[in-house]
């Protein structure tokens, strides 16, 4: 199960980089939860604002048999999306593994495997969800909380516990099938196959269309010639 072990922090630099540095004193599903964040980060390294009022926590996992890393974010991003469209907020999942609403990023998803001798001994599952904290103004434009969005307080347990029920029986029911997985996961994913949108590739904009998409590269059709986007960065609103 995940969550029967749980520790809570008050004030950690990043609940990963703790369970990165700890991960022996930890049973397989363990949880941390941090209170605040002082150095959140994200996906390629980037910082993630998370003060009082957010659910900062990671997950660690420790399998017996090997399971890509890409699995496990995949899972959490479909619990985070189905537990948050039960509180009937339609969240999606925007490629890679953000979660966002109305085009704001409510919440981030950072996987993190720890090897020892080439062997993958632990897997850190790291999730930023904006919950009641408050929005800094120079961040409203492109991110959002669950607060916001309903106009009042949610339980943070509550949905600390909803996505780690759900991302568990994801887990239990689909670890041999990871090709279903992929499915739930493009279901919710924006672009989709066949999308129109717009890029940055060598310093200009262009238009194509998504021909295929994978865990971490987009591969577009630009006018015939195909390239790969690799960074959320890349994609133009």
Not at 26 to 45: E, L, P, S, W, Y
Not at 78 to 87: D, Q
Not at 157 to 182: C, F, G, M, P, Q
Request: glycine share 6%.
């Amino acid at each position: 199960m995940i969550g029967e072990e749980i520790e809570v922090l008050y004030e950690v630099d990043s609940t990963n980089e703790f369970l990165k540095r700890n991960y022996k004193s930890f049973h397989d599903g363990a949880i941390v939860v941090a209170i605040k964040q002082t150095a959140g980060k994200g996906r390629m390294g980037r910082s993630w604002y998370s003060p009082e009022g957010g659910l900062w926590y990671s997950v660690l996992f420790k399998p017996k048999i090997h399971i890509n890393l890409h699995v496990y974010t995949k899972i959490f991003s479909i619990a985070i999306v189905e537990v948050l469209r039960k509180l009937k907020i339609k969240a999606y999942i925007k490629w890679p593994n953000d979660i966002y609403y109305n085009g704001k990023k409510l919440c981030g998803i950072l996987s993190e495997a720890v090897s020892v001798n080439d062997r993958v001994v632990a897997i850190i599952v790291g999730i930023g969800l904006n919950v009641n904290n408050d929005i800094p103004e120079e961040l409203k434009d492109v991110a959002v909380s669950v607060k916001d969005i309903l106009r009042k307080k949610v339980k943070i347990t509550y949905l600390l516990d909803s996505i780690n029920k759900h991302a568990w029986n994801i887990l239990v029911n689909y670890r041999n099938e990871t090709e279903n997985i992929t499915k739930l996961w493009k279901r919710y994913l924006v672009p989709k196959e066949g999308d129109i949108l717009k890029v940055k590739a060598d310093d200009e904009i262009v238009e194509g269309k998504v021909l295929k998409i994978s865990d971490d590269i987009l591969y577009v059709d630009v006018g015939g010639k195909v390239i790969g986007v690799q960074s959320i960065h890349q994609l133009v609103e």
